[in-house]
C-alpha cells in the first residue's frame, strides 16, 4: 500500500504567550516568559505560587452563556486554538467532504476544575444526598474537546482524545498523521489542550517536587539546562494543526506550511514518573521516528526538547540525545521552549510542533531563556548549542520535536519543510 504525504495547512493557539498564533510566536521569538502569580486561587498556602496562566481570555467572547456552562476550561481553549487552525487551513469554505475530516485531540488530565468544583459540592452538601451538575461528567472528561469540535463543525471523520500524560498531544499528532497517510481521512484536526491550573494540579505537584519553588523571580524559574533548575512550571493552554492529505490541499489550493515526515513511540518501562536517567526511551523514541522518516541523524537540523527544567529529566534527555546524533549533535540547534510557555502537559507537544512549524517557515530557532553565565550542570556537555537566551537565524529543513510522559510514554515527532 502506497502511503500518502501529510502536510500542515493550519494552525491556531491560546497559550501563556498569546491567544493566538502570531501573538505567541511573536513573544517566543523575543524570549517572553509566560510565568507569573496565579491568579486562578488563592495559592498564598502552596509551596508554587506562580504558574505560565493563559491571560486575557474571556470566555463570553467566545461561547454564549448556555454552551459555556456546559464546558470546563480545558475544552474552552481547545475549540478556540482549533476555531483558529480551522480558519486558518480554510478547509470549511470549499466542497470538504466533512465525512472524511476527523478530530483527534489530547488532555493528559482534562476538567480538573471541574471535578474539584464538583467534588467540593458533594462534599459541602452530603447531608441531603448526593446532588451533581448534570454536566458533570461530560465537562471532565478528556475525550470531550474532540467530540465539541467536531460537533461545532460537523466532522464526521474518526473523533476521539488521547492521554499519555505529557506525551499525550504528540500522539494526536502520530494518530492523525497515520490516518491520513493511511486514506482514511483526508485531514485531522489534532493538538492537545489543558487546564491544570487549580489546588490539585498545583498541590499534587508539589507535593511530588516536581514544580520550581523560585516564588521570588516567577519569570526566572524556568531555566532547562542550567544547574540550578528547580522543577518545571505548571502551564496551561491548547494548540491545533491542521494535518492534510497532500493532493487533498492542492486541490483546494491550500496553504502548506510543512510536511509530516514521520513519528515514533516508545515506553520508558522504568518508573512511574521519572525518566530513564540514562535516556534508553528518549534514544529509543527517536530512533523510531527517524526510521518511520527514512531519515538519518544527519537529516535533523533542530530538536524543539523537552526541557521540562528538571535536574532527571534534562540529563536523560540529552544523553539520549548525544546517543542518537553523535557527533551530529555539535552541528544541529536545540532549545527548550517551556522555558517561556512553562509546561503545558497534555497541550506540551501540539504547541511545541507548531513552534518547529514557525521555526521552519521563518528559519528562527526560538530561544531557551534564564541560562545564566556560570551556571552550568556538570553532567550536561555546553558545546551543544542549547539557543540560550535569544533567538538565532538558521535555514532549518528538518525538526524533531521530543515529549515525555509520566507512565514512561515517549512520543517523538519529524516535521520537515515542504518541497514538491
Not at 517551556?338 to 510542533?353: P, R
Not at 518547529?356 to 548549542?385: F, L, S
Amino acid at each position: 500500500m502506497e502511503l500518502k504525504r501529510v502536510v500542515i495547512t493550519g494552525l491556531g493557539t491560546v497559550s501563556p504567550l498569546g491567544n493566538d498564533v502570531e501573538t505567541t510566536w511573536e513573544n517566543a521569538k523575543k524570549g517572553v516568559s509566560g510565568a507569573g502569580p496565579i491568579t486562578h486561587f488563592d495559592a498564598s498556602l502552596f509551596k508554587t505560587r506562580f504558574a505560565c496562566e493563559v491571560k486575557g481570555f474571556n470566555p463570553a467572547d467566545h461561547f454564549d452563556r448556555k454552551l459555556a456552562r456546559q464546558l470546563d476550561l480545558y475544552a474552552m481553549y481547545a475549540m478556540v486554538a482549533a476555531d483558529e487552525a480551522i480558519a486558518d487551513s480554510k478547509i470549511e469554505e470549499g466542497s470538504a467532504d466533512k465525512n472524511r475530516i476527523g478530530v483527534i485531540f489530547a488532555a493528559g488530565i482534562g476538567g480538573l476544575h471541574t471535578f474539584e468544583e464538583e467534588a467540593g459540592y458533594y462534599a459541602q452538601h452530603a447531608e441531603n444526598g448526593p446532588k451533581y451538575n448534570p454536566f458533570f461528567i461530560p465537562k471532565m472528561i478528556a475525550d470531550i474537546a474532540a467530540g465539541h469540535i467536531s460537533i461545532e463543525h460537523g466532522f464526521h471523520g474518526p473523533n476521539f482524545g488521547i492521554v499519555s500524560a505529557c506525551a499525550s498531544s504528540n500522539n494526536a499528532l502520530i494518530d492523525a498523521f497515520n490516518y491520513v497517510r493511511l486514506g482514511m481521512a483526508d485531514a485531522i484536526v489534532a493538538g492537545g489542550a489543558e487546564a491544570a491550573i487549580y489546588p490539585a494540579g498545583v498541590g499534587g505537584f508539589n507535593s511530588m517536587k516536581a514544580l520550581s519553588t523560585r516564588n521570588e523571580e516567577p519569570e526566572k524559574a524556568s531555566r532547562p539546562f542550567s544547574g540550578s533548575r528547580d522543577g518545571f512550571i505548571i502551564g496551561e493552554g491548547s494548540a491545533a494543526l491542521v494535518l492534510e492529505e497532500l493532493e487533498h490541499a492542492k486541490a483546494r489550493g491550500a496553504k502548506i506550511y510543512a510536511e509530516v515526515a514521520g513519528g515514533g513511540m516508545s515506553a520508558d518501562a522504568y518508573h512511574i514518573t521519572a525518566t530513564h536517567p540514562e535516556g534508553l526511551g528518549a534514544q529509543l523514541v527517536m530512533e523510531n521516528a527517524l526510521k518511520d522518516a527514512g531519515m538519518k541523524p544527519e537529516d535533523i537540523d533542530y530538536i524543539n526538547t523537552h526541557g521540562t527544567s528538571t535536574p532527571v529529566g534534562d540529563r536523560g534527555e540529552i544523553k539520549g540525545i548525544m546517543k542518537v546524533f553523535g557527533d551530529h549533535v555539535y552541528n544541529m540547534s536545540l532549545s527548550s521552549t517551556k522555558s517561556m510557555t512553562g509546561h503545558l502537559l497534555g497541550a506540551a507537544g501540539a504547541i511545541e510542533a507548531l513552534f518547529c512549524v514557525k521555526a521552519i517557515n521563518e528559519g528562527i530557532i526560538p530561544p531557551t531563556i534564564n541560562h545564566e553565565e556560570g551556571d552550568e550542570d556538570p553532567e550536561i556537555d555546553y558545546r551543544i548549542d542549547f539557543t540560550f537566551n535569544k533567538a538565532k537565524k538558521r535555514d532549518i529543513k528538518t525538526a524533531l520535536s521530543n515529549t515525555f510522559g509520566f507512565g514512561g510514554h515517549n512520543a517523538a515527532l519529524i516535521i520537515k519543510k515542504y518541497e514538491e
